[in-house]
């Protein structure tokens, strides 16, 4: 059974970059068919889709964060990094990878970690 | 980008209702839409992908449907279970996104 896992500082100050590992176990998403995305959720408030990153490498990003996300992956396809930089408490969010099945949309998700911003 | 709007934001229900969530897109997304379920303090959960297909261990009282830009979830009939906020996303283009979600109470 996939599994996906956040980890990371559960604390940033303003200004500084939020970086955070998911790291995928029991499956792969090493297959032209399988992506990995991010996604936030604010406290209270709907999800945000931040970003994929392909099979290829390739990836994008949502354009109102385009200018401050990085999603990258290891040579393995099994640790998935985000880097969102110059935060302000409105990156406050429980922040999710998930697995994206070509045209299925997304099975499989992490339980998300919290990242509070803030001094 | 595509701009997904959902409604109801809220909708109240009883057990045994049947009730529907609609999703429209701002432009033609095909039929790459995908529903899912989140209940509190977890993550959310495929229900529908493709716009009409059933993910594997979801029960039949969900369906989903669309017609041209505008999709919509149903559930048959309510069960105490189903009380949650249910989200649209479109996959259609590289920028996902989606729907500000319905949030289903009793």
């Known amino acids: 059974q996939l599994q996906l896992q956040e980890s990371g500082p559960g604390l940033v100050k303003p200004s500084e970059t939020l970086s955070l590992t998911c790291t995928v176990s029991g499956g792969s998403i090493d297959s032209s068919s399988y992506y990995l995305v991010w996604i936030r959720q604010p406290p209270g408030k709907g999800l945000e889709w931040i970003g994929i990153i392909y099979y290829s490498g390739n990836t994008y990003y949502n354009p109102s964060l385009k200018s401050r996300v990085t999603i990258s992956a290891d040579t393995s396809k099994t640790q998935f990094s985000l880097k969102l930089s110059s935060v302000t408490a409105a990156d406050t969010a429980v922040y999710h990878c998930?697995?994206?099945?070509?045209?299925?949309?997304?099975?499989?998700w992490g339980q998300g970690t919290l990242v509070t911003v803030s001094s | 980008d595509i701009q997904m709007t959902q409604s109801p934001s809220t909708l109240s229900a009883s057990v045994g209702d049947r009730v529907t969530i609609t999703c429209r897109a701002s432009q033609s997304i095909s039929s790459w839409l995908a529903w899912y379920q989140q209940k509190a303090g977890k993550a959310p959960k495929l229900l529908i992908y493709?716009?009409?297909s059933l993910q594997s261990g979801v029960p039949s009282r969900f369906s989903g449907s669309e017609s041209g830009t505008e999709f919509t979830l149903t559930i048959s009939s309510l069960q105490p279970d189903d009380f949650a906020t249910y989200y649209c996303?479109?996959?259609?283009?590289?920028?996902?996104?989606f729907g500000q979600g319905t949030k289903l109470e009793l």
């Open positions: 998930a697995r994206h099945t070509y045209g299925e949309g997304y099975h499989y």
């Open positions: 996303q479109q996959y259609s283009d590289y920028s996902h996104s």
């Open positions: 493709r716009a009409s």
